[in-house]
């Protein structure tokens, strides 16, 4: 079946400009995750969400990121007045659901963001 | 110091040799892990899920958790020029913390 997807695949930006990111997720997987990938840093966790609501944002850097959920599906990533720092590799996971049964994450293929 | 330790490498293997991966962690609370594959410019695939201590086999992939020392292993038996990848090990905790902790991630070249 169709796995995450993830849309644009690679986005350059100016300095300043705002970019939104976006993530369809496994059809039916209830829970959706953000995170970012840099050299730097590795793989990092942005935010989680369960359904709509999201109950962890804790890894999101600063008040410029947020993320929304609607419908219960697609996801959007929205950074504002972007700086070179946020250049990254922006991955996208679902999972079926949350606890024993269903811990599995399984990732889109990113968004390259190069912040110019 | 780093919640997940993982050896970035590089390793290199000839072909049809067993390749060994470790992670060591510092949270006793995690309780879910996992190893992704990833390939250049792509993203993490799922390799194996374990719950808890303990073995778990998938084809030429063994996955290994001892929470007592905090280690966990995966290993690639008879490997393939195509398992040349960077494998990430990633665990969570569970209980309304779902987030995964990841690994730097090791490098694995497989020459032919």
């Known amino acids: 079946g169709a796995g995450v997807s993830q849309s644009p695949s690679n986005k350059v930006t100016e300095k300043g400009k705002d970019v939104e990111l976006r993530c369809d997720p496994i059809?039916?997987?209830?829970?959706l995750y953000w995170y970012r990938q840099s050299l730097g840093q590795g793989l990092e966790f942005l935010i989680y969400?369960?359904?709509?609501?999201?109950?962890?944002k804790s890894g999101l850097p600063s008040d410029r990121f947020s993320a929304e959920r609607t419908g219960g599906s697609v996801s959007t990533l929205t950074i504002q007045r972007t700086q070179q720092e946020d250049s990254a590799v922006y991955l996208c996971?679902?999972?079926?659901?949350?606890?024993?049964?269903?811990?599995?994450?399984?990732f889109g293929p990113g968004t390259r963001l190069t912040v110019t | 110091q780093k919640e997940v330790e993982q050896d970035p490498g590089p390793l290199s293997v000839p072909e049809g040799a067993i390749v060994s991966l470790n992670c060591t962690y510092s949270?006793?609370?995690?309780?879910?892990f996992m190893w992704y594959r990833q390939y250049s410019r792509k993203g993490p695939e799922l390799l194996m899920y374990?719950?808890?201590?303990g073995n778990k086999e998938d084809g030429r992939f063994t996955a290994q958790v001892d929470k007592s020392s905090k280690y966990i292993s995966l290993f690639i038996r008879d490997s393939q020029p195509s398992d040349s990848a960077t494998y990430l090990c990633?665990?969570?905790?569970?209980?309304?913390?779902?987030?995964?902790?990841f690994g730097a991630g090791t490098t694995v070249t497989v020459r032919a």
């Open positions: 949270n006793s609370a995690f309780q879910y």
């Open positions: 059809s039916g997987h209830t829970a």
């Open positions: 996971a679902s999972s079926l659901g949350v606890g024993r049964a269903h811990p599995e994450q399984y």
């Open positions: 990633a665990m969570s905790a569970g209980s309304n913390d779902y987030k995964l902790s």
């Open positions: 374990t719950y808890s201590s």
């Open positions: 969400f369960q359904g709509n609501s999201a109950p962890d």
